[in-house]
């Protein structure tokens, strides 16, 4: 795996196994109805949630004031977004709620998707395309506010 880390953006290529985020991407529809399953006799569960471990475990290496904290990833959601689809509103991921105690988000992207597609960071003025088997983990407050772009 490799990092990168700006403006306190990480981003992290190669997360998965090699073949991963294609069987995720074909077998979507049957995932929906019948649960995550398997892939190469582990649990989809596991896999994801161990790529997520990795990619925190090393931005709280790189900001150390977190390493107290601990990665809360109960709960995961797979969101299939149609060509010019995806949320386009300027939001932050930590807002009133459930989510108030929120640090940080992630995004995990399962595909290439070529001339458009990308996050957008309005304080920090980055673009990142969607990029097969990569992800970002990024500040959940108002500092990071961002939106999908087709």
């Given at each position: ?17 090699d ?29 994801v ?19 107290e ?82």
């Amino acid at each position: 795996m490799s990092e990168k880390y700006v403006n306190f953006i990480g981003m992290y290529d190669n997360i998965f196994p090699d073949g991963f985020c294609d069987h995720l991407i074909v077998t979507f529809e049957k995932l929906v109805e019948r649960g995550l399953g398997t892939f190469n006799g582990e649990s989809v569960s596991s896999i994801v949630i161990d790529a997520v471990q990795n990619c925190f475990d090393s931005y709280i290496n790189n900001y150390d004031i977190l390493k107290e904290n601990t990665l809360n990833c109960t709960a995961f959601k797979f969101l299939k977004t149609p060509p010019g689809g995806g949320y386009h509103i300027w939001h932050a991921e930590q807002n009133e709620g459930s989510m108030s105690s929120r640090c940080l988000f992630y995004i995990m992207y399962l595909n290439d998707i070529q001339d458009s597609g990308e996050t957008e960071f309005i304080y920090q003025k980055i673009r990142i395309p969607s990029k097969k088997n990569t992800c970002i983990i990024s500040p959940a407050s108002f500092t990071h506010a961002h939106r999908g772009n087709p």
